[in-house]
C-alpha cells in the first residue's frame, strides 16, 4: 500500500508543491510550524533515512539547502530549521522551515487548520524565490 506521501507525490492527493525533479519533491506541509513549511520527500519509499542509497540522501539534502535558501529570502527568518523525523508516515522526509526562534522546533505545537489561501501564499513565494535563484526548472507551474 502506498504511504500518504506517495499519494502526494503521484497526484492522488493534492499537494503545494514548490520542487520536482527525477529523484524527490518538495511540498508544503499542511500544518506549518511556520509560513512556508516544506517537506522534502524522495520519490522512493524508504521508511528510515539511513536506510536511502547514498546518492538520494545526498540529492534530499542538496533540495533542502535550495529550499532553506529560498525560505530565507522570500520570509527573512532569524534561522532555517532542518529535521527528520518520520514518526508521523513511514516514508522518509525532510522538514525546512524559517524560524524566528528556538520555539519553532516543536512540531507537536504545528499549527493547526492554516487557511489554504495561506498556504498558496506561502508556496507561490517559495516558488518565486527558487526561479529567481536560478533553480526555475525543478518548480511547477
Known amino acids: 500500500m ?6 502526494i507525490l503521484d497526484g492522488d492527493i493534492p499537494g503545494r508543491f ?17 509560513p512556508g513549511h516544506t517537506l522534502v520527500v ?3 519509499e524508504v521508511d528510515h533515512w539511513p536506510d ?3 546518492e538520494i540522501w545526498s540529492h534530499l539534502l542538496t533540495v533542502a539547502r535550495h529550499i532553506g535558501a529560498a525560505q530565507r529570502s522570500a520570509f527573512s527568518p532569524q534561522r532555517i530549521g532542518l529535521l527528520i523525523q518520520g514518526y508521523e508516515i513511514p516514508h522518509t522526509h525532510v ?3 524559517p524560524s524566528q526562534s528556538s520555539a519553532d522546533f516543536d512540531l507537536a505545537a504545528a499549527a493547526h487548520d492554516v ?3 495561506e498556504l ?6 517559495l516558488r518565486q524565490a527558487l526561479r529567481a535563484a536560478g ?3 525543478h518548480v511547477p507551474g
Open 2 to 7: 502506498s504511504t500518504l506521501f506517495t499519494r
Open 42 to 44: 524522495p520519490r522512493a
Open 95 to 97: 522538514h525546512v522551515w
Open 18 to 34: 514548490v520542487w520536482e525533479d527525477d529523484v524527490c519533491a518538495a511540498f508544503l506541509t499542511i500544518e506549518p510550524l511556520q
Open 135 to 137: 533553480l526555475g526548472t
Open 52 to 54: 536511502l542509497p547514498e
Open 115 to 117: 487557511p489554504g489561501a
Open 120 to 125: 498558496d501564499e506561502a508556496a507561490e513565494a
